[in-house]
């Protein structure tokens, strides 16, 4: 049976987990890889929204097993809150529909400190992270001297980790704090350590070997989703560096996340909007900032799950499509909030840049020369009609088809799955990737 990675195309915030919810359907086991709680899936079924940071979009279908994969960072009190919040919605009743890789590192008070400070000591070079310790929490992972989950159920070995690794924090929190002109966080070793024990217990039910779990679902020929969190263009070695972020979130890392073999990965679904959207700094180069930018922010409802900020917004760029259809080795797209350009009397298409005079359609690997680059659009006609009621691709209007068409042609790779609206179902799903 087809195993399937879905990521986004974009800089995130694409509708992963729309498009997760609706797989999870002909899935049996969901995998979230990479990435902590910097990450806001939005789900909205029967009228109710749910956001989810750490939890894999499937939990709300029963039956279904999610896992949280060994290359996520967790912050404990976060996803404690979402599962007592999905509890309390009569979701996640049976503690064996969720399994926390006992290899996931875990995100302490200081990563959270650290990653705020630094941000405001960069001053107007801030690279726009959310503040939730992600980063530092993978510093220290790849620094070796990180608390992983399984660190939790066992008081010694935590008390161990945090009184080796708080000197040294506090001393670089000190130094941060002066930088940024703030006031230096203080930190209890024992506090800490009181405080995560009582998570770990807690979470201890949850707590295994995701690795081994989904070698054997894997050999039983069970349907694995690996969801991916953030988008391609921020991944940290193929994004638009330094304004990523700290993980890898291209297809390949499903596998290293996860505890697979590549072999185990059939087909990748790639996410994007039907525009462009944007958090935080760095090269944005079909960024709307008048009326239809506004517009677009306004009806797409464009406002982070995690943080709230307003999402920038553009015109699709499918330089951009190009170049995640090829890192990632897309087998299809799903183009979202296509309802969202109802209305518009025109539609503009990036298909290439032009840089120093010179035409290029490939995404400039120099991060000054992305901000220098001028989009080179192609005109299309937009639709009046509303897109709530589409559930074949016969049912979109004509302007709609021939755009969707068009997003095809200049990327390469066959659009999917079109969605028309919030809701689950209010999407058009073309092809199934789980149907051989």
Same mark, same amino acid.
């Given at each position: 049976m087809p195993n399937v990675v *879905?990521?986004?195309?974009?800089?995130?915030?694409?509708?992963?987990?729309?498009?997760?919810?609706?797989?999870?359907?002909h899935a049996q086991v969901v995998v979230r890889f990479q990435g902590g709680n910097n990450a806001g899936h939005t789900l909205v079924v029967g009228g109710t929204k749910t956001v989810l940071h750490l939890i894999p979009s499937g939990i709300l279908h029963g039956g279904k097993t999610c896992v949280i994969g060994n290359g996520c960072v967790i912050d404990?009190?976060? !996803?404690?809150?979402e599962i007592d919040g999905l509890r309390a919605k009569n979701h996640l009743q049976d503690p064996g529909q969720l399994i926390i890789s006992e290899h996931a590192h875990v995100i302490l008070p200081w990563h959270k400190?650290?990653?705020?400070?630094?941000?405001?000591?960069?001053?107007?070079?801030?690279?726009?992270?959310?503040?939730?310790?992600?980063?530092?929490?993978?510093?220290?992972?790849?620094?070796?001297?990180?608390?992983?989950?399984?660190?939790? !159920?066992?008081?010694?070995?935590?008390?161990?980790?945090?009184?080796?690794?708080?000197?040294?924090?506090?001393?670089?929190?000190?130094?941060?704090?002066?930088?940024?002109?703030?006031?230096?966080?203080? !930190?209890?070793?024992?506090?800490?350590?009181?405080?995560y024990a009582v998570l770990g217990s807690r979470l201890k039910e949850f707590v295994g070997d995701s690795s081994l779990?989904?070698?054997?679902?894997?050999?039983?020929?069970?349907? +694995?989703?690996?969801?991916?969190?953030?988008? &391609?263009?921020?991944?940290?070695?193929?994004?638009?560096?330094?304004?990523? &972020?700290?993980?890898?979130?291209?297809?390949?890392?499903?596998?290293?996340?996860?505890? +697979?073999?590549?072999?185990? +990965?059939?087909r990748v679904m790639g996410i994007t909007k039907a525009y462009t959207t944007r958090v935080g700094g760095g090269?944005?180069?079909?960024? !709307?900032?008048?009326?239809?930018?506004?517009?677009?922010?306004?009806?797409?409802?464009?406002?982070?799950? &995690?943080?709230?900020?307003?999402?920038?917004?553009?015109?699709?760029?499918?330089?951009?499509?190009?170049?995640?259809?090829?890192?990632?080795?897309?087998?299809?797209?799903?183009?979202?909030?296509?309802?969202v350009l109802s209305g518009l009397a025109t539609l503009q298409l990036c298909t290439g840049y032009e840089l120093d005079g010179k035409q *290029? &359609?490939?995404?400039p690997g120099e991060l000054e020369d992305l901000s220098r680059v001028k989009?080179?659009?192609?005109?299309?006609?937009?639709?009046?009609?509303?897109?709530?009621?589409?559930?074949?691709?016969?049912?979109?209007?004509?302007?709609?088809l021939r755009y969707v068409r068009r997003v095809e042609e200049l990327v390469g790779v066959p659009v999917v799955c079109i969605s028309v609206g919030a809701e689950r179902g209010e999407t058009i799903l073309i092809s199934n990737p789980f149907r051989t």
């Open positions: *879905v990521v986004g195309a974009q800089w995130g915030d694409e509708g992963k987990g729309k498009v997760v919810d609706l797989l999870t359907e404990p009190t976060v !996803l404690m809150k400190h650290l990653d705020g400070l630094r941000e405001k000591a960069r001053g107007g070079s801030a690279i726009g992270t959310t503040g939730r310790g992600i980063g530092p929490a993978y510093e220290d992972k790849i620094e070796r001297r990180g608390v992983r989950v399984r660190d939790l !159920l066992d008081v010694e070995r935590l008390r161990r980790r945090v009184k080796d690794r708080l000197p040294s924090v506090l001393e670089e929190l000190a130094n941060v704090a002066r930088a940024a002109k703030a006031e230096e966080p203080l !930190l209890d070793a024992e506090a800490i350590v009181s405080e779990f989904l070698a054997e679902q894997i050999r039983k020929g069970a349907r +694995i989703l690996f969801e991916g969190a953030q988008g &391609t263009l921020l991944d940290v070695d193929h994004g638009t560096y330094p304004y990523v &972020t700290s993980s890898n979130t291209v297809a390949g890392n499903a596998a290293v996340g996860s505890g +697979i073999g590549p072999t185990a +990965i059939d090269p944005f180069p079909t960024e !709307l900032h008048e009326e239809i930018g506004e517009r677009l922010r306004k009806v797409g409802d464009e406002f982070g799950a &995690t943080t709230g900020r307003p999402r920038r917004c553009g015109w699709l760029d499918t330089v951009v499509l190009r170049y995640a259809a090829r890192v990632n080795g897309l087998w299809g797209l799903a183009l979202t909030k296509m309802d *290029v &359609t490939e995404l989009p080179i659009y192609e005109e299309m006609p937009g639709w009046d009609q509303s897109l709530a009621g589409a559930r074949t691709l016969e049912d979109l209007p004509a302007a709609a």
